[in-house]
């Protein structure tokens, strides 16, 4: 059993930048995928970046390639997302996701979910 807790969302301009966390409880997180998905209002929750239980895969969104950045700390079992550049069309709750074996893009492959942070992009 994992239990996830999203901190470091808010409100910033276009162009800031945020980095949102994801602290994790239970002996199993450094083996589990991680993922980061967000959902805006009226939207289905879209996948943002995932990473592989040892960091050493990652993959992203096109929307957010360049400009995000996903990284873990197993010692601290914690799930971090680096947002810079931050467009308008990036307010939505962000989520992070945790699942076992290999990453996934697929919402629905995740078996863990946090209950979410509100990033607010103003322009």
Partial sequence: QVQ?????????????????SCAAS????????????????GKEREFVAAISFSG???RYAD???GRFTISRDNGKMTLYLQMNSLK??????????????VISTTTNLYDYWGQGTQVTVSS
Avoid: H, I, N
């Fill in 88 to 101: 308008p069309e990036d307010t939505a709750v962000y989520y992070c996701g945790g699942r076992s074996g």
């Fill in 63 to 65: 929307s957010v390639k």
């Fill in 26 to 41: 239970g002996r199993t997180f450094r083996s589990y995928a991680m993922a980061w998905f967000r959902q805006a209002p």
């Fill in 56 to 58: 050493g895969t990652t």
């Fill in 4 to 20: 996830l807790v999203e901190a470091g969302g808010g409100l910033v301009q276009a162009g800031g930048s945020l980095r949102l």
